[in-house]
């Protein structure tokens, strides 16, 4: 779970940065998740596993329209150029929410290994 947090830690400041290689990684990833959901509508058994599906592919779609549109942006054209780190807004908060979305997915995989967990948020 602490590798999964730092990794896409790691990876969501790259991508924020327009870091060529991770913004290919982040390609990458959201594409094979979206042909996945596609591979998926294939084996759908019932109407609860055919709206799953539906909504995990709406989710890809979704995820990659985001990239493509953040990969057009003038912030984006702007972080090409290379600039220092401390020019620009901080990313610090949105890394943030990265480390917290790998830390979440590992306690999401932990449920499909037959262990439960429970995670309550409190915001404010």
């Known amino acids: 779970m ?3 947090a730092l990794l896409v830690g790691y990876v969501s400041a790259g991508v924020v ?12 990833v959201l594409t ?9 509508l294939v084996s759908i058994d019932g109407p609860v596993q055919a709206a799953h599906a539906v909504l995990a592919l709406a989710a890809g779609a979704g995820a990659l329209a985001g990239l493509a549109t953040f990969c057009r942006s003038d912030w984006y054209a702007w972080q090409r150029t290379c600039p220092s780190a401390r ?3 901080p ?4 890394v943030v929410i990265g480390v917290l ?7 999401v995989g932990l449920v499909d290994s ?4 429970r995670v309550n948020v409190n915001v404010g």
Not at 17 to 28: D, Y
Not at 32 to 40: E, H, K, S, Y
Not at 101 to 107: I, K
């Open 17 to 28: 940065r327009a870091r060529r290689v991770r913004i290919v990684l982040a390609w990458v």
């Open 101 to 107: 979305v790998g830390a979440l997915g590992g306690y």
């Open 87 to 89: 020019e620009g807004a």
């Open 32 to 40: 094979l998740a979206f042909v996945g959901g596609l591979a998926n």
């Open 91 to 94: 990313i610090v908060r949105l």
């Open 114 to 117: 037959a262990v439960t967990t």
């Open 2 to 4: 602490t590798l999964g």
